[in-house]
């Protein structure tokens, strides 16, 4: 009955783990979760009330598959400010989260058998959603500290690669593509003729000086062959207005709106006129949710320093740490997806198992939750392993 390119799709892991832990909350069992990649604030209230005037307003039906024009060009003029580009309104789309512009993107250039190179660990989404445009993900495997380099990039090119895709600062570990890799990126994919998808959600998101660069502000030619995806999720809390955008060459561009236009039409009405608000006046906004996920950040790392047999690197961006288990494994728990099954049936700890992110023996632990859940939550993995692993 089903198609077989459905029946080959894995479910999310971390949406599906936190389906289970929102279960155990419903039936009544506390469970501290860290799993999921999602801010614990609220929307800030000048967002939020540029939505709640958008419905006052009656701003409240269909708009154009692209976006409404004043968000559109916002979007550039912001881009264009951050990055030193030359992107028109016309280059950017909105659309229904960077998930969906993402999912877009790929059923639009990929053909079937066409390669898409991925370094990992990596959020599993990438390669389901490869699958499903019929490309083929080449999984490039990183090691500590997970700094994606042209070197390793050019080992995996073959006469059917593609596209390479980017993500910094990257989901699970964090780490923040240096400028000269970079630049050396941007040089390989001129070389061999490649498109770059580049993920930026986490952007807005890092910890040191100076800022993360995109690939289009350290080589601006390469925009011409670049797909920038980025959001409001994360750095605005606003995951639940499922809204993103995304800035390509104009054909890429024209082409994703089209397609958009017969799967969603228009994202919400109402999420773009907060968005636009956002843009022109939400800065001080992202920089009191990063002040606070800074502190966050510290107090884990002190926390996690504490249990024996963890290792892990500070992360330079994004909201995650990503956790070696590697000496904790043995014949009674031999993977991390084992190890994070445990720690949440006996200690009702949540946390992201390494195999969701091509990268057995690990966990990602997100610190997007209050210092009270992250208190808690450490309180408990420490607990579980001095317990279960005689440490």
Known sequence: MLSERIKQLQPSPTLALDSQVKALQKAGTPVVNLSLGEPDASTPEIIAKAGIQAIKDGFTHYTAVAGI????LALARHLNTKHHSKYTAEQVVIGVGSKSLLYLTFQVLCNPGDEVLVATPTWSTYLEQIKL???VPITIPLTTPFIFT??????????????????????????????DELARIATL????NLLIVSDEIYDEIYYNSPAPRSIISVDPSIADRTILINGFSKAYAMTGWRIGYLAAPL?????VGNLQGQITSNTSSISQKAALTAIQDGNEAVKILKKTFSERRDFVAQELAKIPGLEFLLPDGAFYFFVSIQSLLNKNTPTATDWCTKLLEQEKVAVVPGEAFAAPGYFRLSFAASMEDLQKGLEGIKRFVISSFKM
């Open 189 to 192: 994919a001129k070389e061999y």
């Open 251 to 255: 054909p890429i561009a024209k082409a």
């Open 69 to 72: 024009p004043e968000l559109r």
């Open 133 to 135: 445009a019929g490309g």
């Open 150 to 179: 042209a070197e390793e990039c050019r080992k995996k090119i073959t006469a059917k690669t593609k596209i390479i895709l980017l993500n910094s600062p990257n989901n699970p570990t964090g780490a923040i593509i240096p400028t």
